[in-house]
């Protein structure tokens, strides 16, 4: 070990970094790395890959802590006196190779002889450090395949990592889902958006099946994900019944505004389960559906056409529009006349709203980026064995989203201006969970 040590890390080079005025910690790291990095260059030793600097770091970092972990252990460390006639001692060392970040990294795992000792760092039978777990579910949220991911890992660290294993690796998340799919909720969502993707699932033979996700906007203005459920298609009143009960007994007394596409039977359970709920169709699906009926070139068009009815500042004054819309586009497409007609009753209702509610129902940037997600995450699979199979996959995308915080941050800084509309609009049933 002591050899090892020398070979990274020389006395000079410690007497370098350590000499002079007293420094600090995170200078002295700074300065042992630009020596170590000399050190490598001087001898032709490359940073990456399997001889490289970075794989004999983690290599000694490894050994090192498993050495201090046996010294806990026994009680002493090696070569102690207490250590004679103790009852156990060092039993040599055992090769094993462990996947890690950098790639394959071969250690010397220390023995006892009693064969007691069980390491915490690197465990009995893991080849793989936690670090390389979770690389693999961020690839695989990211859209790869297993087979892709594996393919990744032998090409850029060497490590053979079959697409069984892989998936084994992401199997793991199910406990995790099962946990965040039955976690507490908030009490109160300004607004809650109900929206579905459909997948491509074997059951027999490959079928069309939406899974459904309720996205809440919570009090502070940050998106929360309620859930997955995957659904046949059919659904009815029972099946909306069962879901809007099951996110209700999770702590949800309250909904202000719940948002969806005129789904059979969730209006009437949005009712049944918070009374007090107002029901809204989602713009951005009647616009989507709008767009279905029309040719492309005409989409700018008509996009610009019906943004002045869904902003119109009164019912009254979204009528109007709404009879201009239909003069200049009834003759070439009646069917998106014929749609909004029938969605009528439930697009107004947000028109008595103030502008910044409203702009949270229409602008649907976190909603859009999620389901954006959601299909990149999709498409590479082409279809799931199982319901399973198919969740995991939207699960990991869901744990992946906004890792820096970022995307999080804008949509707060935005949120100020609709938290005072809302607790104004619905006085008593914002105010009172504020945090």
Sequence with gaps: MARRKQDLVSETTLDKATAGRVETRDELDEQLAAQLVEHAQARGTSLVGPDGLLSKLTKLVLE???????????????????????????????????????GPVEIDVPRDRNSSFEPKLVRKRQ???????????????????????????????GAQVSKDTISRITDRVLEGMSEWQNRPLDRVYPVVFIDCIVVKIRDGQVANRPIYTAIGVTVDGERDILGLWVGTGGEGAKYWQQVLTEIKNRGVEDVCIVVCDGLKGLPDSITATWPAAITQTCVIHLLRNSFRYASRKDWATLARDLRLVY????????????AEFSEVWEGRYPAIIKLWENAWAEFVPFLAFDPEIRSVIYTTNAIESLNARFRRAVKARGHFPS?????????????????????????????????????????????????
């Excluded at 090696?78 to 090769?95: D, I, Q, T």
């Excluded at 990991?396 to 100020?416: A, C, E, F």
């Design 387 to 435: 319901e399973n199979a198919a969740l995991k996959c939207l699960y990991l995308t869901v744990i992946s989203l906004d890792p820096t915080g970022r995307g999080r941050q804008r949509w707060t800084n935005r949120w100020k201006k609709a938290l005072n509309a809302f607790a104004i609009t619905f006085e008593g049933r914002i105010i009172t969970i504020q945090k």
């Design 311 to 322: 902003t119109a500042p009164t019912e009254a004054a979204a009528l109007d529009r709404f």
């Design 127 to 157: 080849r793989r450090l936690s670090g390389v777990e979770d690389m693999v579910c961020s690839l695989v949220a990211k859209g790869l395949t297993t087979g892709e991911v594996s393919a990744h890992l032998a090409e850029i660290y």
């Design 64 to 102: 090192t802590s498993l050495e201090a972990e046996m010294d806990e252990h026994l009680g002493y460390q090696a070569h102690e006196v207490a250590g004679r006639n103790s009852g156990n001692s060092r039993n040599g060392v055992r090769p094993k190779t462990v996947t890690t970040e950098i």
